[in-house]
């Protein structure tokens, strides 16, 4: 069985700084997707970046981008200039070819003004 | 990316009664799911709805006390039946639209007393 693991429970960071959290997993499988999910307090996942495990160059989406590590099992994300529409819970997620995504236990990012 | 409509968005339930929550993709989508985020905690899956077919439940997750229907490609509804306080949850439903794509809805917070 796949598992995701978030070692920092909360994070925080002054505006216009970098943050990045960090996750690891553990699998037997060799093809597979990573992502992190926003979840501010509204409660709504929301898709922040993807990554398939065949590709070697990491994933960026505008201000996001991650650190794909696939021999260590990493998968960290990096928010840069942080905004306080940023805070927010952050979830790692691994999917393997099933359908099903194991989550990580959260990261709560702060973004402090 | 796709849409993900939830309702109700937010209910307060007496213990023993039964809430059904819908959920509508904007587009045709293969795969559906619905998740289950208890208070402070991460997400776990309950169940693969499968258009045409009964659902596929995840272990700890029973039809009797969570029935599922997908009547089409762009619909589903998960039932909490016979609720108590333990059901007190955010309930996420979920749609892949590509092989390493999934979205989710905006959630269903449910608070049985």
């Known amino acids: 069985a796949q598992t995701v693991t978030q070692s920092q429970p909360e994070m925080s960071v002054q505006e216009a700084e970098t943050v990045t959290l960090s996750c690891t997993y553990d699998?037997?499988?060799?093809?597979?997707?990573l992502f992190w999910y926003k979840q501010p307090p509204s409660r709504q996942m929301i898709l922040v970046i993807r990554q398939e495990a065949y590709k070697q160059q990491n994933a960026t989406e505008n201000r996001f981008s991650v650190n794909f590590q696939k021999a260590a099992k990493s998968f960290s994300l990096k928010i840069s200039d942080s905004q306080l529409g940023d805070t927010a819970m952050y979830f790692c997620?691994?999917?393997?070819?099933?359908?099903?995504?194991?989550f990580g236990g959260g990261t709560r990012v702060l973004v402090k003004p | 990316s796709a849409v993900i409509s939830q309702k109700p968005s937010r209910d307060i339930c007496q213990r023993g009664t039964s809430l059904t929550i819908q959920c509508q993709v904007d587009s045709q989508v293969t795969m559906m799911f619905w998740y289950r985020q208890q208070p402070g905690q991460s997400l776990t899956l309950i169940a693969t709805?499968?258009?045409?077919?009964?659902?596929?439940?995840e272990s700890g997750f029973v039809i009797d006390k969570f029935p599922i229907s997908r009547p089409n490609l762009t619909f589903s509804t998960l039932t909490v039946s016979n609720m108590s306080p333990e059901d007190s949850s955010i309930y996420l439903c979920?749609?892949?639209?590509?092989?390493?794509?999934?979205?989710f809805g905006e959630g269903s917070w449910l608070t049985v007393v």
């Open positions: 699998t037997s499988e060799n093809n597979y997707y």
């Open positions: 709805a499968n258009q045409g077919s009964e659902a596929t439940y």
């Open positions: 979920s749609a892949r639209t590509t092989p390493g794509t999934i979205y």
């Open positions: 997620a691994f999917k393997a070819a099933g359908n099903k995504l194991t």
